[in-house]
């Protein structure tokens, strides 16, 4: 029977995309392999991975990044750690190699890979490079693949244990999260890279039955994804709305950022018809914010985001609520081939096409949503499809 371990080193806590990828990939994938597994790391609150059906697997190699555990318990440590982080890996992949009996028809699924198993990965390659070794699937969405700053430029790094892996013989294909990164790493590898976004498919939730309209922000606590162009966006959309019929809900900065944005923060509040969130939610106060949403603003930094895609635009998208972003993300132009939501070029373009929208009528804007959510999950499933097979 064959099996595939979605492996993920960097689910270590409940919040975030992590551990809902993990059920969205067990539910896509199960539908390719008769067995899927997924890995987190060691340190997964016990009652999620219970609840959630992930094996705590990995140690932690990110603590300076992800700040999640005390340091009595980080693995890495304080001193050489570069070197810990990369025996750490080494360590983890020969476990898992050791632990589950691959053959031919299975594979090694990373969702999001990361720099430090790479190296634990190409530590491993003649182990990966027989003829029942598991086939590697490799997903870069332009995070942790970098997160390694004892090197320069870590991505070319990443790079280069990519080409070792497949000098050795290693049956590995590799997909990104977005158009634009995909054809970078095939000029730069010179081989085939899929598309593959992040793999939601639930079911479309209903419009909400208000009579206000209500845009929200979720994951916006990140100055990277636009927090500090919210206060010029609400107060444009206040000028040409003054009734108030629109309004709007984000999350704040961590309390350790905030700090240096006491002034901006104060204006944010006394924006009139803005609910801000702590920067931290459960899952389902997520949920619930996007069952109540009719727009999801997603003002990202577009220089960050030039390679990088957005969970919180699939996510969008499969509910079937659109999106009103800025050019020249590399999402960008997921948000135009599919219809899944606005482009604009600054915030003033924003605050005019959040009140453009606000004033088409419900089914009109629902059954845009549904044709874009159509096109979208049937090429989401079909690259898919064909890459894991």
Not at 80 to 94: S, V
Not at 109 to 132: K, N, T, V, W
Not at 143 to 153: C, G, H, I, S, T
Not at 353 to 382: C, H, N
Request: glycine share 4%; charged share 20%.
């Amino acid at each position: 029977m064959s099996k595939i371990l979605v492996c993920d080193p960097v689910c270590v806590q409940s919040i975030g995309h992590n551990v809902r990828a993990m059920r969205h990939y067990r539910h896509l994938l199960s539908e390719h392999y008769d067995n899927v597994h997924c890995l987190g790391t060691k340190y997964l609150d016990s009652k999620i991975s219970v609840d959630n059906k992930i094996e705590r697997f990995f140690d932690f190699y990110y603590n300076e990044f992800i700040n999640v555990l005390s340091s009595d318990i980080d693995p890495v440590g304080l001193t050489d750690t570069h070197e810990t982080r990369k025996l750490l890996a080494e360590r983890d992949i020969g476990r898992l190699l050791s632990e589950y009996q691959f053959d031919q028809s299975d594979a090694i699924f990373f969702p999001s890979i990361d720099i430090y198993s790479l190296m634990g990965l190409s530590a491993h390659r003649s182990e990966l490079s027989s003829d029942q070794s598991p086939k590697l699937l490799l997903r870069f969405i332009g995070v942790m693949e970098n997160a390694a700053p004892a090197y320069r430029k870590p991505l070319s790094v990443a790079l280069m244990h990519i080409r070792g892996l497949i000098t050795a013989g290693c049956n590995i294909s590799i997909s990104a999260e977005t158009p634009a990164y995909a054809d970078w790493l095939a000029r730069e590898l010179d081989l085939c890279v899929h598309v593959t976004p992040y793999g939601e498919t639930r079911e479309p939730l209903p419009l909400p039955e208000t009579s206000d309209f209500h845009v929200v922000c979720p994951g916006s606590a990140r100055i990277d994804k636009g927090f500090l162009r919210l206060e010029s966006i609400f107060r444009q959309v206040r000028i040409l709305d003054p009734d108030i019929n629109i309004r709007f809900t984000t999350q704040c900065l961590p309390d350790r950022e905030i700090t240096n944005y006491q002034t901006y923060l104060a204006k944010l509040y006394a924006c009139p018809g803005v609910s801000i969130l702590p920067s931290s939610l459960s899952n389902d106060e997520i949920d619930s914010l996007y069952l109540s949403s009719d727009l999801i603003l997603l003002p990202y930094d577009a220089n960050i985001y030039k390679f990088r895609g957005s969970a919180v635009l699939m996510e969008s998208a499969s509910i079937g609520r659109p999106v009103v972003t800025l050019d020249g993300s590399a999402f960008s132009d997921q948000v135009s081939y599919y219809g899944l939501g606005l482009n604009c070029s600054d915030n003033l373009e924003i605050a005019r096409r959040i009140v453009e929208y606000s004033q088409t009528p419900k089914s009109v804007r629902w059954r845009q949503s549904i044709q874009a959510r159509s096109r979208f999950i049937t090429d989401m499933l079909g690259v898919y499809r064909n890459w894991v097979n």
